[in-house]
């Protein structure tokens, strides 16, 4: 099964209450697309700068992404910087540098408009709605997005939204998209928008699965340290999409697979913040997932 | 069994984004007691004014709350103001009124001493030692306790913790109280000062129990409509130790009767801020319990 992303490979300044990192690699395509991998057929669209490390491409191949659809375009790479705070859940963002991502128009390479999945990451609903167009007739749709597009682009995004199979945001976002407090509702107002699921993810306080007859709460592991949870949000898409991947599920299966997805999720994006960038995801182990998902398992089964 | 509660009974002033409702009936000991009952037998003991209305002792009563440690003092009950922002979840305290709370000193009815279960609500440390004396040999004592006593009482308290089976607190006391921000680490600091097993209350997004070998997650029932939180905490307490009590559990059973008194009490607490004061409470009924209790299987049993 082959999983398709579109959305930023970047560089971030994070800054957190213990120490500061300067332009190291992020961006939610390359979150999504590690989290997603190594067994996944995963395909990358995006586009970086001049400024853009081979080796984090290198990176990337190694880790089995197929990069075929990321673009090389004179200008700068992506760049945002940020600062959490204390808590480590709200941040600040200092800077957003967009770069080569400006003027960008994704472009699907020969082939890959027969994905089986796509997620479209955090980026203008006009070019979601493009990927969309060049990949017809995937199993599912997955799509994120952000207040800016909600509060900006909102027209737009609703078009878009009346496509998308699983609508996965945050819970101010999902608030803020809905006109409601109670998630519920929230819930409710958004399958109304499209999407026939909705996924909220609360960071430290898990994350909820609104299904088509059932809805799901996952705690988040606990950790002993959180070092950057830049990137776990992603993270856990990619995880979400690879379990869905790897089960076949397609929209109109049970909510079962989109439940244990939920858990694959869960623990792929547990291994993020306890490292800067990539290096917790890629730390991973077979050993670690399967105490993780133990870990899972007991937390929520009473 | 029974179960022995120290703590306020009280009028509230609430302020939420809709409404205000002035003096209405609440405190801990109310909530806990009414949630913890009808079946326990459940003893309250605590100090009103000459103000407390009779009609709320009577309904205490009828809900099966034996008041003889409900003392009547010469002066004005207990009487806290709050104003909930947007969220329902922050609040401030616009006033704080002891009355006969100041010079109260728990006196607890012969033959109490022999109760089997004991919560401490949140009071004085001073006055939670003092209630632990009075009744030394139950099956398991529950503490809470708030910012206030943690930040000005740190001594009186540790003194009492070293008794203390299960610590009951929100996320923020118990990392105040721990000096760490990571919850998992907070449990075990929390445990090294007596406590063997330790309650994290999140609100909306459920709660944690740290087990003698085991770590649980409950999500919160998922509310359509908030209406005043006030008390859910407490009647989370009281569900827990109804359920503690029914299954005749103390602090050397094993972590399951632990695990599914987490269960019963979000689904004590859930009827809460659904109505004002302790209204929600009261409607309670065998068949909407039943139908949360399958919400929470669905909820969390992937």
Redesign the interface.
Known sequence: MSILVVGSMAYDTVETPEERRERQLGGAATFFALAAGPEADVRAVAVVGEDFLDKDLDLLAQNGVNLAGVERAKGLSFHWSGRYH???IERDTLATELGVFADWHPRIPDGWENSDYLFLANIHPLLQGGVMKAVPKPKLVVLDTMNLWIETTRSDLMDVLSGVDVLMVNDSEARLLSGR?????AAEAIKAMGPSRVVIK?GE??A?LFGHD??????AI?????IDPTGAGDSFAGGFMASLAEAGADRSSSDKPF??A??AATVTASFVPEKFSVEGLLNRTEETVKLRRQ?MN?????
């Not at 059932?214 to 705690?219: E, N, R, Y």
């Not at 007991?298 to 009473?302: A, H, S, V």
């Open positions: 204390a808590d480590f407090r109670s998630l519920a509702d609360k306080h898990g909820l059932s809805v799901l709460a996952v705690p606990i950790l002993p340290e959180v439940r244990e939920m858990i870990a007991e937390m929520m089964i009473p």
